[in-house]
């Protein structure tokens, strides 16, 4: 037997314990994963405290009617040194918006991932500056990851319109009016339509290769190739962290997410475009921020095969979208 024959030999056994394995990994992940996602809340979770009196009270739910224009929610984990900055400038710009419109009303949640440091504390002194109708704090027992915290602000939240910002302050919170004003573009007057605006640093590409490594370059190249051959097609800029959703849209989408690390958002943008949910990129300010916790190769090798499973977990039925709300 020649060596192409051996090697053509072992490609081919090579193909079939390949396609032998993916069988029996999907097979085990249809039997031990639920379709929908349980989400377990710790009690502790389900109320927010009043920094002046020691009171709590029980958050709402996105079940609820809205009973304001904006929720802002910040994921933050070990944030004490980033998390004013970002704060002061989304609450100037907030109070800002309210005092010169009479129907503009906000409530900002900071989302403490079972942080370690003094992010809840820092974060409480909003509260106590501000009430806690505007700035609230949801303490999470432990770590669930930036998507769940994102996930559970959400689920707290009051807004017809509800905005996740990260905690870093990487992009100018003024750019909301940009996603605001997409948004009154896609919906309308009817507040109660489904739409996401996702802010995107897509045309600071070309600037941002220029400084990267070649190793970096590489893995950003790769990820957006994984991007687009198993989840999302359409859209430049899947993890930028500056993205509004409708409350409609947001309680479709949330209720059947199951990703809870980095790649969450590919999982949202995935979910909204299944059902037909109509999102617009819009270019966003942004700025690199020193104290990532984004570790360049292990996240994304993380995020990378987290979005392979994404794919693969919805396609064999592992995880599963709610056919009523498919348009």
């Known amino acids: 037997m020649s060596v192409t024959e051996y090697v053509q030999l072992a490609l081919l056994f090579g193909s079939g314990f390949i396609f032998f394995l993916m069988i029996v990994i999907g097979i085990i992940l249809k ?64 109070e800002s918006r309210r ?11 900071v989302v403490s991932d079972g942080s370690r440091d003094k992010t809840v504390q820092v974060a409480q002194k909003y509260c106590a500056k501000h009430g806690t109708d505007r700035v ?63 802010g995107s640093r897509a045309h600071l590409e070309q600037e941002a290769t220029a400084q990267r490594t070649l190793f970096r370059t ?56 299944s059902y037909n949910i109509p999102i617009e990129e819009i270019a966003v300010r942004w700025t690199e921020i020193e104290g990532s916790k984004l570790t360049p190769f292990w996240s994304w090798l993380q995020m990378g095969r987290d979005l392979i499973f994404i794919w693969f977990r919805y396609a064999i039925g592992a995880w599963q979208l709610r056919k009523e709300h498919a348009n």
């Open 218 to 273: 590489l893995l950003m190249h790769g990820f957006h190739f994984l991007v687009w051959t198993f989840a999302v097609k359409k859209i430049r800029d899947t993890q930028c962290g500056f993205k509004l959703l409708t409350r409609s849209s947001a309680r479709k989408v949330f209720a059947v997410m199951h990703v809870e690390r980095w790649a969450f958002d590919v999982e949202l943008l995935f979910i909204a475009q």
């Open 31 to 94: 039997v031990t994963t639920t379709p929908f996602p349980h989400i377990v809340r710790h009690k502790e979770e389900e109320t927010f405290a009043d920094p002046t009196t020691d009171e709590r009270t029980k958050f709402p739910s996105l079940e609820d009617p809205p009973s304001l224009e904006l929720s802002v929610i910040v994921p933050a984990f070990d944030e004490e040194k980033r998390l004013p900055v970002m704060l002061d400038e989304c609450l100037e710009y907030l």
């Open 136 to 198: 609230r704090v949801l303490a999470l027992v432990q770590n669930r990851g930036k998507g769940g915290a994102v996930r559970l602000g959400m689920l707290s939240a009051r807004g017809r319109f509800l905005l996740f910002a990260d905690a870093d302050g990487a992009t100018k919170f003024p750019d909301f009016a940009k996603l605001e004003q997409s948004m009154a573009q896609l919906c309308g007057n009817d507040h109660t339509r489904d739409a996401i605006a996702i």
């Open 99 to 109: 005092k010169a419109e009479k129907s503009f009303s906000y409530e900002v949640i």
